[in-house]
């Protein structure tokens, strides 16, 4: 069909890796004369080398927050077209349709982010549609594709040839604010894992997305010793920890064979956790709040904008603590599922604690149990479906008929 231009937008490390690309790869595929842009609409957990990696993919355009503006203020200019959001605020993609004249998508896993104004918001589950009906989305706007986070698996997995072997695998974050506190502390758990279980193989599997300063800081363990963390030495592929443990390092491109494989990751809350429950990995799920206003937490928005204040800081650590004991589950297999699968490890707690928790997890009946019920997850593909509902309705609306 006849297109001049798709606009992609996202917001996070986690999207860019798993939902852009499956999706841009069958619009390449399916509309090879149109023209791809990319908006990278960087929230408080940027990176800052989002750019890095969305230069990997077959772009035409990578364009951050300023060029958005300057897109919403030129107007209309004729031509076909698509707005579609993979990560972010359905605000912003509502906002870039009305701006061009074409119709705007938007992708989430959160019914409830559900926007008026979406040509279709296309969600990962009958749960989520649900829950955009919930806040007032008509039937036919929203509409379950299926999940991205499958479709990158997929194509991860066809692709790969010789996966690394790993028994416990690190995943620190791909955020270098959070990597600078959670690497020691995770590390720490390790050594104490392997005391109790020598024969185990450990690896840290390190985002690209990650800064060598903030790689730095997360070996320094200079912002976790007060609760129990451990620096490290990088040295070729491997951490060698302050008590002598060997981590291998490695590239994340691996992650999904490692994962595969494995027997326990550790992790925080994010994209990654539903990576891991497709895949039958069983994970010990981390949120320390022992610093509540500077350590991770699955919370955006204003919280990150208080804490700039002065006094902010207090303030934020308050809501954090608050906010968090209203939220049942944190990693996205125990929000599916309804039950606290992964053990969730939140509040104050040591690398030894979370060495316990991991070892009760090792354990062959945990596995076998945990496994079992991840096999339960709805894991749908939604890359084909969804790229198929945008450009059928393009073509119903170029033939007159909407």
């Known amino acids: ?46 990176t800052g080398t989002e750019e890095t990696k969305a230069r990997q993919l077959p772009l035409d355009a990578i364009s951050g927050r300023t060029d958005f503006l300057a897109r919403l203020a030129r107007g209309k200019r004729g031509g076909r077209g698509v707005v ?16 061009t004249g074409y119709p705007a998508y938007a992708y989430s896993f959160n019914g409830k982010a559900w926007r008026r104004g979406l040509e279709a918001y296309l969600l990962d589950s009958e749960r989520s549609v649900q829950q955009a009906l919930k806040r007032g989305a008509r039937p036919g706007e929203a509409r379950a594709v299926g999940n991205l986070v499958v479709d990158a698996l997929e194509d991860a997995l066809r692709a790969g040839a010789s996966w690394p072997q790993a028994d416990v695998l690190l995943f620190p974050s791909s955020r270098p604010f959070a990597v600078k506190y959670m690497l020691g502390f995770m590390l720490a758990a390790a050594e104490h894992i392997a005391a109790a279980r ?3 193989r450990f690896a840290w599997v390190k985002s690209r997305l990650l800064t060598q300063r903030s790689v730095e800081e997360g070996l320094s363990a200079r ?43 550790l992790t925080i809350p994010g994209t990654s956790t539903l990576e891991m429950g497709f895949l039958g990995l069983p994970a010990v799920v981390l949120l320390p709040l ?11 928005g204003v919280l990150h904008w208080i804490g700039l204040l002065p006094g902010g800081k207090w303030l934020r650590h308050e809501i954090v603590r608050r906010l968090e004991a209203r ?32 070892l009760e997890t090792l354990q062959p009946a945990s596995q076998a ?34």
């Open 1 to 46: 069909m006849a297109l001049d231009e798709i606009l992609l937008l996202t917001n996070g490390p986690g999207e860019l890796s798993t939902w852009v690309p499956p999706v841009l790869r069958r619009l390449r595929e399916r509309v090879p004369g149109a023209r791809v842009e990319l908006f990278l609409i960087r929230d408080q957990f940027a």
């Open 84 to 99: 579609l959001m993979l990560g972010g605020a359905p605000r912003d993609a509502v906002l870039l349709g009305r701006a």
């Open 198 to 200: 020598p024969g185990l």
């Open 223 to 265: 912002l976790v010793r007060e609760f129990g963390g451990v620096g490290g030495t990088l040295r070729g592929d491997r951490v060698v920890s302050e008590g002598g443990l060997e981590v291998a390092v490695l590239d994340e491109d691996l992650r999904y064979g490692v994962m595969r494989q494995a027997k326990l990751a």
């Open 290 to 300: 022992h610093k509540p206003e500077a350590i991770p937490v699955p919370l955006e």
């Open 327 to 358: 939220i049942p589950h944190l990693a996205l297999p125990n929000q599916y599922l309804g039950e606290r699968l992964y053990p969730e490890m939140r509040g104050i707690f040591s690398p030894a604690d979370v060495a316990q928790t991991a």
């Open 369 to 402: 149990h945990i496994r079992k019920r991840l096999g339960e997850l709805e894991a749908k593909p939604g890359a084909d479906e969804l790229v198929e509902v945008i450009l059928a309705a393009l073509s119903r609306q170029g033939d007159g008929k909407r």
